[in-house]
């Protein structure tokens, strides 16, 4: 088995593993899922093995393409999951209490579940399945494939250290893309504080009234106006925010809590 750790060599694979933590937690932000492709391809040359493919437990993320998947040089890329009537045969695997799910050929070749189908029609002799969790509750898979008959089975030990890693690379994967969505609220707000600096008191509550459903002539009767005027400060509120409608208008009231509570 051609691979670089053996059950006696428990340090080294720490020092493997805090060496993969340390390249994943200097990563900028946007560059993690690339830092991911780049430590699955060195496990997959030191390990071993032909494909891998970290992935979470919905068909629809899957399907959109949230799994990365990365393979040796001439081994076929992950099929195209686009196709696939119905993935939940194949992630009730997730659900396992065994550290890993395992498919040789001739079950491969004889099974009903669409998902291993795909796998066995590109030539996968060997599929394996280990269910990653986080805080107890499922979170996806790392899925395992060879290709090549010749090759000796993966030693059972080495699923530990797979889970492991797959379980790294899941918690910040899905770390980074909380602190995106994090930073593009806190964009959006800033944005939208900006927006709001640029108005008057006044015109903040003529578009407060006018988004919530008032018409021109009442907001005049409210604030001893005529509704020319309303109108007047109207575009030019709109003129000021470059909204091009009275619907954008109330898009922008509602995003930065203008609209009255009647």
Same mark, same amino acid.
Request: charged share 25%; hydrophobic share 40%; net charge negative.
């Given at each position: 088995m051609s691979g670089l750790f053996d059950?006696?060599?428990?340090? =080294?694979?720490?020092?493997? +593993?805090? =060496? +993969? @933590?340390?390249?994943?937690?200097? @990563?900028? +932000?946007?560059?993690?899922k690339q830092v991911i492709n780049e430590i699955i391809l060195d496990v997959i040359k030191r390990f071993g093995i032909d494909r891998v493919t970290l992935f979470p437990a919905s068909q629809s993320f899957v399907k959109d393409g949230n799994a990365i998947s990365v393979a040796q040089d001439g081994v076929p890329k992950l099929p195209s999951t686009s196709d696939v009537e119905n993935m939940d045969p194949y992630l009730t695997y997730l659900n396992s209490s065994k550290l890993a799910v395992k498919f040789d050929r001739q079950q491969l070749q004889n099974t009903d579940i669409?998902?291993? #189908?795909?796998?066995?029609? #590109?030539?996968m002799c060997w599929h394996c399945v280990l269910p990653l969790k986080m805080f107890g509750v499922i979170w996806g898979g790392f899925a395992i494939g060879q290709f090549d008959e010749n090759k000796e089975p993966i030693p059972e030990h080495y699923f530990v250290r797979l889970k492991l890693i797959? &379980?790294?690379?899941?918690?910040?994967?899905?770390? @980074?893309? /909380? +602190?995106?969505?994090?930073?593009?609220? #806190?964009? $959006?707000?800033? &944005? =939208?504080?900006?927006? /709001? @600096?640029? /108005?008057?008191?006044?015109?903040?509550?003529?578009?407060? /009234?006018? $988004?919530t459903g008032y018409t021109a002539k009442e907001i005049g009767e409210k604030l001893f106006l005529s509704s020319r005027t309303i109108e007047s400060h109207k575009y030019r509120i709109m003129d000021t925010l470059s909204l091009n409608s009275h619907s954008e208008l109330v898009q922008f009231a509602v995003k930065n809590g203008l609209i009255l509570t009647q």
């Open positions: 059950t006696r060599d428990e340090e =080294s694979f720490d020092v493997y +593993l805090s =060496s +993969l @933590s340390n390249k994943l937690m200097t @990563s900028s +932000l946007a560059n993690t669409e998902v291993l #189908q795909k796998l066995y029609a #590109q030539g797959g &379980e790294m690379c899941a918690s910040y994967w899905k770390f @980074s893309e /909380l +602190l995106t969505e994090q930073k593009f609220h #806190q964009q $959006a707000m800033a &944005e =939208s504080e900006d927006a /709001l @600096s640029v /108005l008057s008191l006044k015109q903040r509550e003529i578009i407060s /009234l006018l $988004a």
